[in-house]
């Protein structure tokens, strides 16, 4: 594999002979800044308790580290994250960075937040990030996979 697929956010694995895509799994700007939302309000209380239990007496500036902090972030990384794509085939998930996940192999399917965690019996783990609805993606791979094996 060459260096310019390891980074690739959209699938990079061939399909095999006869296995079709049947669903392509993108990534929701507004599950992304939601999540991100929850995540500073997380952070900014935690600096605040933070300050708070050493004696600071500026504990608001917590809230502002807190704030700044997954802002930074979050504006950071959104151009990478908005385009992961994992495909859905009517054999494997395909996912970001050369993942492919065998429907077979997956052991549990479990949200949190918007995202689907994918584990398989090796005890691999996979997230499907920033999904728009997160029960639907959980569903359509379960289908998928009764489908599979049949």
Not at 42 to 51: E, K, T
Request: net charge positive; charged share 20%.
């Amino acid at each position: 594999m060459s260096d310019g697929l390891i980074h690739s956010m959209t699938p990079t694995t061939r399909l095999a002979p006869g296995e079709q895509v049947i669903h392509a799994f993108h990534p929701d700007k507004g599950a992304y800044w939601r999540d991100h939302a929850w995540i500073a309000a997380v952070a900014m209380a935690g600096g605040m308790v933070i300050l708070w239990a050493i004696g600071n007496p500026h504990v608001w500036t917590g809230a502002i580290g807190g704030l700044a902090a997954v802002a930074v972030r979050g504006f950071y990384v959104a151009s990478d994250e908005m385009q992961a794509r994992w495909d859905l085939t009517d054999r494997r998930l395909l996912g970001p960075q050369g993942r492919a996940v065998p429907l077979s192999e997956i052991a549990t399917i479990r949200t949190l937040g918007s995202a689907v965690q994918l584990v398989t019996r090796g005890g691999d783990k996979h997230l499907l990030k920033y999904q728009a609805d997160r029960n639907a993606t959980r569903a359509r791979i379960e289908t998928a996979m009764t489908g599979a094996n049949a």
